[in-house]
């Protein structure tokens, strides 16, 4: 295990892993989210979703204020014209939130915008979205694969990823960004510049992908308790 603090050390740029069964110090991380924050968190219907509601929004705070020194509660947000969430604290780093399942990411760094995004192996896709989300060239290669629906997740997580980095989200057309669908480091043209993947699988079950404009690999580490985490390799 590592100290958070000793990790958290600029310049940063790595993602954070938090696993759902986490819940140590929740009421800690009550107090860290905004009054909005909150209310959102009320308002889910299920126990699991309100559960991953605290822990990506209250560890948001929690480690941009430990980066920035500054109190949890006096950060500030807003988001750009096409929803991606931005910190507008002074020398706030860019950062990125995922969740699936059993699992909540958050990216953050100081080189670069970073995307994140985490999803369940085995998710079940429609056809549409299949062939909303994939080039001809991508599909026939998922069709091809021994494990279809896993390949898909390469990309899915891979074009999620990469939509988050350039802070388009849904805004752009998935069909058109260039990724290869496999998990390992990989570049992504995109508009002049090179977008860096990192793809892997996170416990087993969960594809994870990590984009950013810094060709810096992203470190990796899983949260073990509200002051230390381990790094990982996916």
């Given at each position: 295990m590592v100290n958070m603090n000793n990790v958290l050390?600029?310049?940063f740029h790595g993602v954070f892993c938090i696993s759902l069964d986490l819940m140590c110090y929740?009421?800690?991380?009550?107090?860290?989210?905004?009054?909005?924050?909150?209310?959102?968190?009320?308002?889910?219907?299920?126990p699991d979703d309100a559960r991953r509601h605290l822990l990506a929004h209250g560890f948001k705070r929690l480690l941009l204020s430990r980066l920035l020194?500054?109190?949890?509660?006096?950060?500030?947000?807003?988001?750009?014209?096409?929803?991606?969430?931005?910190?507008?604290?002074?020398?706030a780093p860019w950062f990125n939130l995922s969740h699936s399942g059993d699992w909540v990411i958050v990216g953050i760094s100081e080189f670069?915008?970073?995307?994140?995004?985490?999803?369940?192996?085995?998710?079940?896709?429609?056809?549409?979205?299949?062939?909303?989300?994939?080039?001809?060239?991508?599909?026939?290669?998922?069709?091809?694969?021994?494990?279809?629906?896993?390949?898909?997740?390469?990309?899915?997580?891979?074009?999620?990823?990469?939509?988050?980095?350039i802070g388009m989200?849904?805004?752009?057309?998935?069909?058109?960004?260039?990724?290869?669908?496999?998990?390992?480091?990989?570049?992504?043209?995109?508009?002049?510049q090179t977008i860096y993947l990192q793809t892997g699988l996170l416990g087993g079950d969960y594809v994870l992908s990590i984009a950013s404009a810094s060709p810096q690999d992203a470190l990796i580490y899983r949260v073990d308790s509200w002051d230390s985490c381990h790094p990982i390799v996916l």
């Amino acid at each position: 295990m590592v100290n958070m603090n000793n990790v958290l050390q600029s310049p940063f740029h790595g993602v954070f892993c938090i696993s759902l069964d986490l819940m140590c110090y929740q009421q800690g991380l009550l107090s860290c989210l905004s009054s909005d924050e909150k209310a959102r968190m009320q308002r889910y219907r299920q126990p699991d979703d309100a559960r991953r509601h605290l822990l990506a929004h209250g560890f948001k705070r929690l480690l941009l204020s430990r980066l920035l020194a500054v109190a949890p509660q006096a950060l500030s947000f807003s988001a750009n014209p096409r929803g991606k969430p931005r910190c507008d604290t002074p020398n706030a780093p860019w950062f990125n939130l995922s969740h699936s399942g059993d699992w909540v990411i958050v990216g953050i760094s100081e080189f670069a915008e970073i995307g994140v995004d985490v999803e369940c192996v085995q998710r079940q896709t429609s056809e549409g979205v299949v062939n909303t989300v994939l080039s001809d060239e991508q599909r026939q290669r998922v069709q091809a694969a021994a494990n279809p629906e896993q390949v898909f997740m390469y990309y899915w997580t891979q074009k999620e990823a990469i939509s988050k980095a350039i802070g388009m989200g849904l805004s752009v057309d998935f069909q058109t960004l260039a990724c290869c669908g496999q998990l390992g480091r990989s570049e992504s043209p995109y508009d002049k510049q090179t977008i860096y993947l990192q793809t892997g699988l996170l416990g087993g079950d969960y594809v994870l992908s990590i984009a950013s404009a810094s060709p810096q690999d992203a470190l990796i580490y899983r949260v073990d308790s509200w002051d230390s985490c381990h790094p990982i390799v996916l």
